[in-house]
């Protein structure tokens, strides 16, 4: 019957910067009397494993199966399986195991620079530092990918060993108002280690409009000089009227004298 045997099946690979790739070759052996057959080869989350080198292995015969674990964002302990499944009566399930350490030998302090709402006359610089936990490095360039953020190296106070740098960071004073977003890159002479990226994230609050000053009074127009209006004539005084004339008085009429009595 076949037999599949793999005399290190468990690979420790130590402690590795979180920015690398870890990879490792499993050699698998037949040690039976017919061919085994690699039926299927499964890793678990975050590490590929390849296909086998050959899926039918003769008897003594050997093959490679290659294994990958990508470190990127990974910290601390790091221990994944992978199942290898044959023909092997005995062993139709052999268990592979790669583990190790992922470590950020270069970090932030704070990792994140969250300034949130920036209110008129608020303080505009922040401070944060780079660690090393291997040994001391130099800082061989900073820079950021927005034109409003300025970072600048500051000294420790007391000086440290080198396995630390401070730095600030200052929003310029002529941001204009909304969301900044961006981030602050330091680079050091740390072999095989990228840029430490700082992202930075605030909100510029514009400052209040004054009111509008109220208009100056101007003082009325003085009224135009017009020549005096001359004094009327008065009225000559109305004739009187004549004197009504009296109507004459009527005559009395005339008295007759009755005639003489016979």
Do not use: W
Not at 1 to 25: L, M, S
Not at 169 to 194: R, S, V
């Amino acid at each position: 019957a076949p037999r599949i045997v793999c005399d290190a099946a468990v690979f420790d690979f130590g402690e590795k910067n979180n920015t690398e790739v870890v990879e490792h070759d499993y050699l698998i052996r037949n040690a039976g009397t017919l061919s085994l057959e690699i039926r299927e080869v499964r890793a678990s989350c975050g590490c590929t494993a390849a296909k086998p080198s050959q899926n039918v292995i003769p008897p003594g015969g050997e093959a490679t199966i290659n294994v990958k674990l990508d470190l990127r964002g990974r910290s601390g302990a790091q221990i994944k399986s992978i199942n290898v499944a044959c023909n092997d009566p005995a062993t139709p399930n052999l268990v592979l195991q790669l583990k190790g350490t992922a470590i950020q030998a270069l970090r932030a302090q704070p990792p994140t620079l969250f300034i949130g709402r920036l209110e008129p006359g608020a303080p505009r610089t922040r401070t944060f530092d780079i660690l090393s936990v291997r040994g001391p490095i130099q800082i061989t360039n900073i820079r950021a990918d927005h034109p409003g953020i300025l970072v600048r190296a500051v000294p420790l106070d007391p000086p440290g060993d080198g396995t630390a740098h401070r730095f600030e960071l200052e929003l310029a004073a002529d941001l204009p108002e909304g969301a900044i977003n961006g981030n602050a890159f330091i680079k050091t002479d740390m072999p095989n280690q990228a840029e430490v990226a700082v992202p930075v994230a605030a909100f510029i609050v514009a400052p209040p409009v004054p009111p509008p000053a109220p208009a100056p009074e101007t003082p009325p127009a003085p009224a135009p000089e017009t020549a005096p209006s001359p004094e009327p004539e008065p009225a000559p005084a109305p004739e009187a009227a004549p004197a009504p004339v009296p109507a004459p008085e009527p005559e009395p009429a005339a008295v007759s004298e009755p005639p003489p009595i016979p």
